[in-house]
């Protein structure tokens, strides 16, 4: 049974489990207050005289290698989500383990999408046990209603990496897609038919799995460069017609938004930063991927030509509109997780500035720090919002959990961070007594844009002082919170049962919430 | 006392002792045959809430940073040695040690040059107890003659690397010098008055070293692109005057032999190389910086241009000729592990076809394989070499330790291994009964080169095979010795103590020889 009998109550005040899925959990202490105690997870060692002289790695097929690499039920499993919706990789990947009577698996993805939802009947016949990331569509819903066999486990990017790292997550075998790889196993996801752009996300996995399988369907030649994964942790390599569908790797979240509410948002905020003198010679940045957020990085760029100024670097997600940036010399370096198009994919081929980085570089926290630290202001989303800042990003108001977490949670660590979101969605006010679920705890929220004013969080007081004559509309959440409730009414809260279906992980691998099955209108459980 | 009781023949047939400097040692097994039972070096996990906010780790002085680090009599030390006899950074670490009165560091450098003889007063104070790492003139020569407290262990570049790897040697404090670096700590080599190429050889120190200090004379503003060495693993960053004199980094190793005997030989090692296919479209090669060595990739050069073929890569590390080889299109790829000259710097910085690797990548026998066997023909050095194709690297004739084995003994994985060899040197035969040091076993070296004649290791039958009708004078062994003993006489052994001064690893950590002490005419000890 997946429902932990002893709740206790973290020090941000939610209940979570004592246990998860038969293992003890660290409940969240607070930011910054769970220092670890052990070490660094210690694969066993490899030898050489294990591998082919000649360096080629090469198997037939992915079963093939799946079976080499001593595929078993009860295994965990990783892949990463670089190929998005357009991935080819993990549904074959569990189609095999079906077909070979494998049971009880842990997917452990960097992130899912609905492509996966074909991974449904496997959850439901028990080839997956149960998924440990980030779900967004189909498989959030599947597990919202309680039909996953054990619990969800949600990670920030760099908490994936930090769970890896620490051996938290142990995994059995990685199965890594490339856009180019050799038969060492040196990957990159720049080239190829089906490049992505990177391949950070699979970075943890190559380096701590047991096994690693590269699979590819473009071949080169030793040396594949730039190798973004090292073919020195690659076990076996496996070439197939295709790893993914290019037109779907590319995220359809790339294009400015039209709606005049949120070019208001995203100018307010663009201006907030100006008026508050972030955006000042050799800043830096980290805007995302949403509609509101594009249109935020071009009011930056608008902004900087008019000072004449440039930012010392932006943090991707990149996209067509920060890679013009790059070029016009606005933005020295980009430093990039996830290229969101082709013209980033283009970019990071091409320019050396366009610098790939990975949850290790950016986001892990159990390291002696990491590059969200550095960023001087950081543009997010939220679903909700509580008027003490607390955010929540991975449910809705309806209690569904249908996002992920990915950066969120580390980027919370930059000097500035800043929600643009609008006050009420579908008539659903933002701003509420409590979030549904807890992803970050509001002393890291500095300033939430609405179309409707600007809270700033009283911790800022450099921030409260700097744009007080700014004649921007500041006001209090709670005055926010009010003016969405006398238009929306106050939000009903969502029906939900006493079962946890997913622990949200804090970046030092605490539990800092936990999701719980929503209650269906029908009953049906 | 560092001279072990009990002593061992190993699988080569030499003795060894069964501990050095207190600790168990595993004897040489055989190529390919000691298989490490034990996990990857696991240190203690760190967490960002211990580090600056901002990211900021600059101390004043290294002084500062060596006391924060928490520097200690008996502590391991480590740095590199890509500013070669440039250095300024180690022999200051041991002026601050011996200054704050602390005993009994084990210096665990890359490699040692003539510059550090400044630390004989060190080794003779007991500020430093010994010294694990390749000895380049005075430092061998006072290992040689029994001075140092403790044994010597020398290693590999791949060796090192496994080392520290796989936790036989713990590194308390890493010390890494850099041309270029931002005060977060990401690093590296091609930027900067003291620009020395890359930083591979201080790569498993910051990744596995308990504390890890950047020494840079040239800070940018993060970050500091590429980082070669990854900030994340820093504890502390350091700006200092000078980290290195430019014009002593580049060796002086990097111009064409003008000897005809040297000259012949190369001719006849690249003719012998075409004679047996090796040189084809496609193929790979590393050549090595000597006289002989850079005239033989000139040669190759010559080849390929007759024959209209390209390299696909070609080894470091680098230098002008190898570099113009590059720009001229007849290597695709430098696959680079250090600069020889500021050619080399200067298109690793430029050049992404001109690829910085790492012991790792390169070298390391404890992973799943590594790119030392993808080569094709490597060309290498020796001092001595046996009838059975066994060779030397580090001891001369007389038996002084005056050499350390660089990437030596982790290129004779190489498909095709030659050495290209003087028949003897000041009228001493390098062929001989017995080497002094074993560094290599004979079954992975494939062909000695003298200005006298080509042997072809009774192994490779191919090779014989394919240049049996090539008019190249193909002798034994047996044959070359005989004939240098003809017109030299046969060679004196070395008079040699029973003291063992220093061990000679094998690739997998294994002990493959031990070097012992000289004795000096004069009776001195």
Redesign the interface.
Known sequence: MKMSREMIKNAAGRFVPTEINGEKIVPFKGV????????????????????????N?HVASLKEALIKAGLKSGMTISTHHHFRNGDLVANKIFDIAHELGIKDLRWFPSASFPCHAHLLQYLEDGTISHIEGSMNGPLGKFCSEGKMKKTAVLRSHGGRYQAV??GEVKIDIAVIGAGCADS??NANGVQGESASGLLGFALADSQYANK?IIVTDHLV???C???QI??????FTVVVDKVGIPEKIVSGTTNVTKSPDRLLIAEMTARFCEEAGIIKD?FSFQAGAGGTALSIGIFFGEIMRRKGIRA??ARGGSNKYLVEMLEEGLVE?I?DGQTFDLEGVRSMREN??H?WTSP??SY????????A??VDVVILGATEVDVDFNANVVTHSDGYLLHGIGGWQNCL?S?TVILPIPLFRDRIPVVVDEVTTLCGPGELIDVIVTERGIAINPLRKDLIKTTENSGLPIKTLQELKDEAERICGKPEKPQLDKEVVAAIKWV?GTVIDVVRKVIMPEGRS
Do not use: C, E, I
């Open positions: 910054g207050k769970h220092l670890p105690q052990n070490n660094r997870h210690a694969p066993k060692l490899s030898s050489n005289a294990l591998f082919p002289a000649d360096g790695k790292q620490d060492f196993g690693v030649p030793f040396p460069v730039p190798w090292q073919g020195n942790y690659v076990d050799g010392r670097f370096y430093l050396p500035n610098v290790f570089t892990n926290y159990h390291s002696k720090g990491n590059f630290g550095m660590f000097k030092d």
